[in-house]
């Protein structure tokens, strides 16, 4: 039998069935491509198993609960994005250079507990970027560049236990800025340029446990200005 016959034809018919069957209707709206998401849909793909980010299967990914997307130099986070992450629960995209967060972008990830968006270059985000996210436990800010936040910004965190908004550049904040965060146990206002409690901002978080107020411009608070009784504060003394 001919070489060719031999070695080579069973291999040609192989490769031929294999296209055909991965070209087919039924097999075609099992995977998808991602390769347009870049640095992030082969990070989405290595993360579910497959080869590479043209052929990604869509059951793996919306199976995924857990994503680290720190430091990928990331300048921005658009809407399309997490598309098809429906069952994630962790989010990290800390140590990048992002400066925005395009509308909707959180929406296809509504089931999502945990956010951390720590040292990036953020100095304003939109109202409503986090209103999707009504199960989110835990939400890190810290060491961006935020001088304010709308105080819209938490309102349907009704989840959140956890808020970390250290190493930022407030002075002051609203008086509104924390409202409807019922369930927060940790609030971290340290290394920030703050000269005295907001108190307006605070009143109404009565299941706070720690308040982290460290490295500001005040040395000392009264008792009667906190939340509730239990709040442990981190630095500044309480006095009477």
Request: proline content about 4%.
């Amino acid at each position: 039998m001919p070489y060719i016959i031999r070695e080579i034809l069973p291999k040609l018919l192989l490769t031929l069935a294999l296209f055909s069957l991965l070209s087919s209707p039924l097999i075609a709206q099992d995977f998808i491509n991602i390769c347009d998401r870049g640095i992030v849909g082969d990070l989405i793909a290595k993360n579910v198993g497959s080869l590479n980010c043209a052929h990604v299967e869509i059951k793996a990914m919306a199976a995924l609960e857990s994503l680290n997307l720190s430091d990928l130099r990331l300048t921005e986070i658009n809407n399309d994005l997490f598309v098809g992450l429906s069952s994630l629960k962790i989010l990290f995209l800390n140590r990048n250079r992002i400066t925005q967060i395009s509308r909707g972008s959180f929406k296809p990830i509504a089931q999502l507990e945990e956010l951390y968006i720590s040292d990036n270059r953020l100095t304003e985000i939109r109202p409503t970027t986090f209103h999707d996210l009504t199960k989110l436990v835990i939400l890190s800010l810290k060491n961006n560049k935020f001088q304010s936040l709308d105080p819209q910004i938490f309102q349907n965190l009704g989840w959140l236990k956890e808020l970390n908004l250290a190493d930022n550049m407030f002075e002051e904040m609203n008086k509104n800025q924390f409202q409807g965060l019922v369930s927060l146990l940790i609030l971290n206002l340290s290394q920030n340029d703050f000269t005295e409690l907001p108190t307006e901002a605070i009143k109404d978080l009565t299941n706070l446990r720690i308040l982290d107020l460290r490295n500001n411009g005040f040395y000392t608070i009264q008792n009667n200005l906190l939340p509730n009784s239990f709040v442990k504060v981190l630095g500044p003394a309480l006095v009477p």
